[in-house]
């Protein structure tokens, strides 16, 4: 339930937003937080394409995933 959003003292108390990290709190902007259920964990989605925008998010995708192998 950390990344459900307490914004009610009931769903505070049920432990919403508990263990959440926010990622621009931490220097990289990163945090090893798991998001996904564990069968979807490590499973890639998206394949930014060398296009337009697209050259910046695959460079970001790719500091996120050296970040991750280096810390975790």
């Not at 259920?37 to 925008?53: K, R, S, W």
């Amino acid at each position: 339930m950390q990344i459900r959003n307490g914004v009610t003292k009931l769903m505070k108390e049920e432990g919403y937003g508990k263990g959440y990290q926010y990622a621009h709190d931490s220097k990289d902007k990163i945090t090893d937080m798991q998001t996904m259920p564990d069968n979807l964990v490590g499973h890639e989605y998206y394949y930014p394409t060398e296009q337009g925008h697209e050259i910046r998010f695959k460079k970001r995708l790719e500091q996120i995933k050296q970040w991750h192998e280096e810390y975790e």
